[in-house]
């Protein structure tokens, strides 16, 4: 019960504080979808979340999408990749019912992506992961590649281009966040002034945590919250974004 409790005030303490930015920034909460960033979090967990109304939620590996798949089937909710995915793992993934991967950062994933969709005559959603903070650590595609990026992921026709992704800076100093948020932007535009057939832009997801207010300030239209909503995890990040280890 305390934990149900827990889960429930902390989604009220993020929807506080999605309108707040929202308002700061004369934008409307209807604009920002809430990620819940589930990896490592129990199914019965999830399930709070879920059964509360918030039903958006993105694992990081297949082998906990694959883990939890059977007990969150008859719940009804929406799940995207967020994660690094490996070429070898796009058959298990894709048994499952994910609508978007938002960390497409290499157009050899997206060769196999789109020949294995088109083998069972299906699309689905991508968003484009930029490296916006430059770090090597970093998952996703260099910002000065992205507009050709995004021409040769428009050529695969099972994919589905909605927008960019990226995880930017972890850093106290905000302002060194919000550049990265700021990029991603500028890069939006960019794509889209290209007017690249079947491209679309309207999703910038961006935001975690401790930096959800600066993302919407510079226009995020999903954020992705894990920690504040479902508690620490044991392990590093990093962990969760190389599916390698
Ligand atoms: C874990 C994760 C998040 C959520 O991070 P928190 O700091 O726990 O809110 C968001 N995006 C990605 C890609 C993640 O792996």
């Known amino acids: 019960m305390e934990n149900k409790d827990t889960i429930i005030h902390n989604i009220e303490i993020i929807k506080k504080r999605i309108i707040r930015a929202c308002e700061k920034s004369n934008r409307t909460p209807e604009e920002v979808k809430l990620l819940l960033a589930t990896k490592t979090v129990p199914a019965e967990r999830i399930k709070i979340a879920l059964n509360y109304g918030y039903t958006l939620i993105g694992e990081n590996r ?10 969150l089937k008859d719940t009804p909710h929406q799940q995207h990749f967020i994660g690094h995915l490996q070429t070898n793992k796009i058959k298990d993934l894709l048994k499952y019912p994910v609508t978007c991967i938002e960390s497409l950062d290499r157009v050899g994933l997206a060769e196999r992506l789109d020949k294995r969709l088109a083998n069972k005559g299906k699309t689905i959603d991508v968003l484009l992961q930029i490296n916006t903070s430059n770090e090597e650590s970093k998952f996703g595609v260099h910002p000065g590649d992205a507009i050709e990026f995004a021409r040769q992921v428009a050529q695969f026709q099972h994919l589905k281009i909605k927008g960019l992704m990226t995880i930017g800076l972890f850093s ?35 935001g975690m945590s401790g930096d959800l207010e600066v993302a919407i300030e510079e226009g995020a239209t999903i954020v992705r919250v894990g920690t504040a909503i479902f508690g620490e995890r044991i392990y590093p990040d990093s962990y969760y974004w190389n599916e390698e280890k």
């Open 172 to 206: 106290a100093e905000l302002e060194r966040v919000r550049a990265c948020f700021r990029l991603l932007r500028d890069i939006q535009q960019k794509i889209q002034q290209e007017d690249i057939s079947g491209v679309e832009m309207k999703e910038l997801s961006m």
């Open 62 to 71: 297949v082998q906990e999408v694959k883990g939890k798949g059977d007990e």
